[in-house]
Every structure is written in C-alpha cells, then in structure tokens.
Nanobody
C-alpha cells in the first residue's frame, strides 16, 4: 500500500504564508504525477498544483499561479506546497495525491480521476 500524509496546515492571516508537506511511504510505485487539491466546505474538490514526472513540468490552477509553488525532494519521499500571499478564499482542506496512471487527453493532471492515492488532508484557515 501507498500512504500519503499531509502536514503543515494551520491558521494564518491573509497575506501570510504556509508550507504544506506530504510524506510518501509504503510500497515503491511508479509515479507519473503528484499533486495537491483542496476542498472548501460545500464545494467540490479542486485542483491546485501538480508535478508531472515525465518532464517535471509544474502545473497550477489559475487561482494560485504566481502565489503557490509545488516542489519535491529528490528521493521522492516528500512533496511540498509553498503557499504565499494567502487569501481567505484559499481556506480549505488540502489533499496530496499520487498517480501511477499516465495522463491522457481526458485524464489530465487536474482531473481527480487520474490519481490513485490520496492523503487524509490538512486544514488551512486564512483569516481576513
């Protein structure tokens, strides 16, 4: 089994920063994409950022582009999400996700169905 455990969430004032971490453990697997999603109360889970492993290209949702940065440790045991200039609308539970599935025209990095493994989430609260 593959386990993903997110940490680093918390309460921050608008304009502040947080760094989320996702620890990867369990069996070795061939990851194609790792990403971050978030879900606010009453809303659907939405894509935030991802790294595609074939070329390490980073992908971001328009709402976070220029403010958030995804990165990884070289040993692939940890994935990060640096969140800067946080806004109240960034408040949500943030989930780490990993995929063993190749992306297609339909299964893009922003599609939840691409991902095979999910963490339990970490809460991010942004006060205005």
């Amino acid at each position: 089994q593959v386990q993903l455990v997110e940490t680093g969430g918390g309460l921050v004032q608008a304009g502040g920063s947080l760094r989320l971490s996702c620890a990867v453990s369990g069996r070795t697997f061939r990851r194609t994409v790792m990403g971050w999603f978030r879900q606010a109360p009453g809303k659907e889970r939405e894509f935030v950022a991802a790294i595609r492993y074939m070329d390490f290209h980073e992908h971001y949702a328009n709402s976070v582009k220029g403010r958030f940065a995804i990165s990884r440790e070289a040993d692939d045991k940890t994935l990060y999400l640096q969140m800067n200039r946080l806004k109240p609308e960034d408040a949500a539970v943030y989930y780490c996700a990993a995929s063993e599935t190749e992306t297609t025209w339909y299964l893009t990095v922003s599609n939840l169905r691409l991902y095979d493994y999910w963490g339990q989430g970490t809460q991010v609260t942004v006060s205005s």
